[in-house]
């Protein structure tokens, strides 16, 4: 089909009875020239059959009967597109408002309106109080070894998971995910911490315990950042540090609540199962580097910025011998507690009501340990330092850090809701209800948004707590506020208990917590029988995450995964189709065994959408698989004619010309392409072009190409791109099957035609 034309309200639909009928119908849609050698079928084609009959297997002879399908019309519905008259209509819908909207609005912004009323009391209760105080139990240690990795002293994570659980429990719509501190997260902030404290000159102060008091905390809010000697003299690193964590924190929280009012969820889409995994898997070889001078007890600087895994590695190989053994053999004894311990709660989860809060019995036993044997004053072991009780008044974050760390805010932004999100939604799944992703991204802001007054930062839901939260039985959020409970008994009396407890312990739990990461190795022989680019998507996105950044990395894994889009649309599969046996299907030749070719027909699929990328490509692959290049053919028509033309004109060309004659008149091995549009979604107007250049180049060697299967975006396109031929009937073939049909019927009624002339 080829040639300009248009529709304006119907789509004919034909089908086929006896073959006399046949003969007339297609003489009606024949154009003139169809006899000739090179003549062409232009647009000759079908939208939509029923029960159409095969014209192959129509019986023979003028006696022969068959029910005649009567022509049929779709016609498509008329779009009205006003742009005004939208506007207005969503203006109205938008300013409107009556009491029950305004109820569904508070009640929907509020999810705790909806389910608290409704909670079972007795029937979610245990459950619920059961998995909050295990979570609590297991979040406490963890939350003071974060702390570590996100730059900020102990008390700062106890007030992050405090305050992340009772707004996540107000503003969540999900049942069963655990906000609070997540490594990663952790990871990304105290990277930008570390840049801004060096930025500031606190790395030039000899490191000093620091003790958090309140007037540090308001006079930093008051002194600039770039007064160093009023600001060294008023607020110590520690203070300084938790300013920037807890400004940063703010702004990815106003960045998340503005992709829920503006609805741009969408953009997670854009960060894969292989990206994010291989993501996290990347960044947990920055967490356990960053953790490794804790292990030995020496005293390095933080490596930041592009390369800085190998930056640090260096560094401590350049100082192991002031290893610490105190703390190293006290990282030994914990590992050999805390791995053989976790893998047996793994190993006998389905058998233990609860896991085993090893953890918490680790951190208990070193302290305890640390404090009677002096092992800060006699070994110079680092400890925790002094963990304040109650909380510090509320503070709001430093504005002239915002344009600092306004960038930087952005991917733990995308990072933190597009977790939340993927985790509730999976939870949300396996449990039979549903979860509201805007709403998702509105409470996970919020859990960042109002906790950066009150020394926190940024959170988002956690797998391995939300893991172990359902499996102890919750069955609401409910189990959120008993484990911001369990938080605030240890922030009003326990916290102090901890001053000796040391470091190392702390960096041992971080890195055990990051078996799971690691283990994603394992799944990589899976993963690639699966899925090769996914595979390969994760590699590139890993290796960039731990070598490169984590900022750089997450940008590379996506456009990496958008380039592998891309190539597989640039270079799709394209094969040449045969028919099924006794059905009216067609197949890959290359994929499946005693499939049938019709002869004189050859049927290629294209598998992506025709567009500027892969235009090139349609076309060399379409003249490879059938083995013909018009242009080529063409070419040599055109050489071949001057030849003989030549000579003529020397009266010396008798075996020349046969030859010649013999080469022009040569058949080729088919008369018709019909073009699979099934896999084709969209066509813009390079594609459109590319279909009318195969098409005028097709015919001009007397070879008929047709279209089957197009979707109404493709059929809508190719009317507006004017490629049917102007007066006539614009058909298009609604299977292979009628297409390949209505080219044996054509052809067939072509030779008669001839034969009789």
């Not at 409970?485 to 009003?492: G, H, N, P, S």
């Not at 027909?601 to 379409?622: G, W």
């Amino acid at each position: 089909m080829c040639g300009p034309g248009k529709l304006d309200t119907e789509w004919e639909v034909w089908a086929y009875g006896t073959e006399q009928e046949l003969e007339k119908g297609i003489d009606a849609l024949l154009p003139a020239g169809w006899g000739e050698p090179e003549g062409v079928l232009e647009v000759a084609a079908m939208a939509e059959f029923n029960n159409v009959h095969s014209v192959t297997e129509m019986p023979e002879g003028d006696d022969a009967k068959c029910s005649f399908h009567h022509r049929m019309f779709l016609e498509p519905k008329e779009k009205k597109r006003s742009m005004k008259a939208l506007v207005v209509k969503q203006a109205k819908k938008t300013c409107s408002c009556t009491p029950a909207k305004a109820k569904d609005y508070i009640f929907g912004f509020f999810p705790i309106l909806q389910w608290l009323p409704k909670y079972k009391l007795r029937e979610y209760l245990l459950g619920d109080i059961m998995s909050g105080v295990i979570v609590g139990v297991l979040l406490v240690p963890q939350s003071i070894a974060y702390s570590l990795l996100a730059g900020q002293e102990p008390i700062y994570g106890l007030y992050t998971s405090f305050f992340a659980g009772i707004i996540y429990f107000i503003f969540g719509t999900s049942r069963h995910i655990s906000v609070g501190i997540f490594g990663v997260i952790c990871l990304m902030v105290g990277q930008v911490v570390d840049r801004e404290i060096q930025r500031a000159g606190y790395d030039l102060e000899p490191a000093v315990p620091s003790v958090l008091t309140d007037t540090a905390e308001y006079v930093n809010a008051t002194v600039p950042p770039g007064n160093q000697t009023s600001q060294q003299l008023l607020c110590d690193k520690s203070c300084y540090a938790i300013t920037v964590g807890a400004t940063m924190t703010f702004i990815a929280g106003v960045y998340q609540v503005a992709m829920g009012f503006f609805q741009v969820g969408f953009v997670s889409v854009y960060l894969s199962d292989s990206l994010l995994s291989g993501f996290v898997t990347g960044a947990s070889f920055t967490i356990l580097t960053s953790q490794a001078k804790y292990l030995l007890g020496i005293d390095i600087p933080r490596s930041s910025g592009i390369g800085s895994l190998v930056t640090t590695w260096i560094n401590i190989f350049k100082n192991i011998h002031k290893t610490n053994f105190c703390d190293l053999i006290t990282s030994f004894l914990c590992f050999l507690v805390l791995i053989p311990t976790k893998e047996l709660n793994e190993h006998f989860k389905s058998r233990l009501k609860a896991p085993i809060p090893v953890e918490l019995v680790v951190i208990v036993a070193a302290t305890l340990a640390s404090h009677f044997g002096k092992l800060r004053e006699t070994y110079g072991s680092s400890v925790a330092g002094h963990i304040p009780t109650g909380f510090l008044p509320p503070r709001p974050p430093d504005w002239s850090l915002i344009p600092n760390v306004a960038l930087d805010a952005v991917p733990i932004a995308v990072i933190g809701f597009a977790i939340t999100v993927s985790l509730s939604e999976m939870f949300a799944k396996k449990h039979g209800y549903s979860v509201k992703a805007n709403q998702e991204m509105y409470a996970i802001g919020f859990c960042n948004i109002i906790p950066s007054f009150f020394h926190c930062f940024t959170t988002s839901a956690a797998l391995a707590k939300t893991l172990v939260k359902e499996s102890t039985g919750c069955r609401t959020q409910m189990s959120g506020m008993v484990t911001s409970l369990v938080i605030l008994l240890v922030l009003l009396m326990i916290a102090p208990l901890f001053y000796s407890l040391q470091k190392c312990v702390l960096a041992v739990i971080t890195i055990v917590n990051l078996r799971g990461a690691l283990r994603k190795f394992k799944d990589l022989p899976k993963m690639w029988h699966l899925s090769r680019v996914d595979t390969v998507i994760w590699l590139v996105t890993m290796a960039a995450s731990a070598l490169i950044s984590t900022e750089i990395g997450l940008l590379v894994g996506v456009c990496f995964s958008m380039l592998c889009v891309i190539f597989r649309t640039q270079r799709p599969e394209a094969p040449l189709l045969g028919w099924v046996a006794e059905s009216e299907t067609y197949e890959s030749l290359s994929a499946y065994k005693n499939l049938q070719t019709k002869p004189g027909i050859v049927v290629f699929r294209f598998e992506a959408p025709l567009y500027y990328i892969n235009k090139e490509c349609f076309k060399s692959t379409l003249y490879k698989q059938t083995g013909v290049n018009p242009v080529w053919v063409k070419a040599a028509k055109k050489k071949v004619a001057k030849r003989m033309l030549r000579d003529k004109e020397v009266d010396s060309g008798g075996n020349q010309t046969s030859i010649s004659v013999d080469f022009v008149s040569e058949p080729l091995g088919f008369h018709t392409i019909v073009i699979d549009c099934c896999a084709v979604q969209f066509l813009d107007t390079a594609g459109i072009r590319t279909l009318k250049e195969v098409c005028k180049d097709y015919r001009d060697i007397g070879v008929r190409v047709l279209l089957a299967q197009c979707n109404p975006s493709v059929r809508s396109s190719l009317i507006r791109g004017e490629f049917f031929q102007e007066g006539e009937d614009p058909l298009l073939f609604h299977s292979v099957h009628q297409a390949v049909d209505f080219a044996l019927g054509a052809q067939g009624h072509n030779e008669t035609s001839t034969s009789k002339n």
